[in-house]
């Protein structure tokens, strides 16, 4: 019983494009978001962070969307580049938890 | 500022042999938190400690404990160990828990453990 969900494993972006990373979760009580990005053998990188307060966050090229009543986030890069070629995860948690939930990832291909 | 550091890096344990990971978080954060990662489970929650405690715990047996020591390092250990805990085992800090925000949570790079 996946409580985060990010249903597409993989997406391919042009250089300069917009890439649009979605995450779905399903419970309720999560009221925290982050994205993280991963290179292969390295730890993850925290990204970006969202409240279940706020609706958006913007950090440079990467904005954050949530929209509570669809239980839904996404992840916004723009414009995208080579090296954001990684796996990104979404995680939430709930009351200030460190029990985050992370969802499956998915893999980012920027191409040149 | 440097960031979570954990060690060893890599290593290789033989099956039913027992393993401590180490783990020193951020300057100044208080709560350290352990995830395994695998192929097949992706990033699962081990456990979380604050000023030494315990305070929540992830679905995982009893051979993997932790605890946390009063300069906010910590440890983990793995006892009697099965192929299946094959994993990279990340430990991840911030500056609290708890609270009615979130805490950002920022992971060093990792130990990978390979059992045989």
């Known amino acids: 019983d996946q409580q985060v969900k990010q249903n597409s494993p993989s997406l391919s972006v042009q250089e300069g494009r917009i890439s649009i990373l979605n995450c779905d979760y399903t419970?309720?009580?999560?009221?925290?978001f982050l994205w993280y990005k991963k290179y292969p053998a390295e730890g993850p990188t925290f990204l970006i962070s969202?409240?279940?307060?706020?609706d958006k966050n913007e950090d440079g090229r990467f904005t954050v969307f949530l929209n509570k009543s669809a239980k839904h986030l996404s992840l916004h890069i723009v414009p995208s580049q080579p090296g954001d070629s990684a796996v990104y995860f979404c995680?939430?948690?709930?009351?200030?938890?460190?029990?985050?939930?992370f969802g499956p990832g998915t893999r980012l291909s920027v191409l040149p | 500022k440097a960031g979570v550091t954990q060690t060893p890096r890599y290593l290789i344990k033989t099956r039913g042999q027992q393993v401590t990971l180490s783990c020193s978080p951020i300057?100044?954060?208080?709560?350290v938190s352990w995830y395994q990662q695998t192929p097949g489970q992706g990033l699962q929650f081990l456990f979380e400690?604050?000023?030494?405690?315990?305070?929540n715990k992830g679905n995982f047996p009893g051979r993997f404990s932790g605890r946390q020591f009063s300069n906010s390092r910590s440890e983990m250990n793995v006892s009697t160990l099965e192929l299946g805990d094959s994993a990279l085992y990340l430990c991840?800090?911030?500056?609290?828990?708890?609270?009615?925000?979130?805490?950002?949570?920022?992971f060093g790079e990792g130990s990978w453990l390979t059992v045989v």
């Open positions: 400690y604050f000023s030494e405690t315990q305070r």
């Open positions: 995680a939430a948690s709930e009351q200030g938890g460190q029990n985050f939930v």
């Open positions: 300057s100044g954060h208080r709560s």
């Open positions: 969202i409240s279940s307060i706020k």
């Open positions: 419970n309720s009580m999560f009221d925290y």
């Open positions: 991840a800090s911030s500056l609290s828990t708890g609270g009615s925000s979130g805490n950002t949570i920022y």
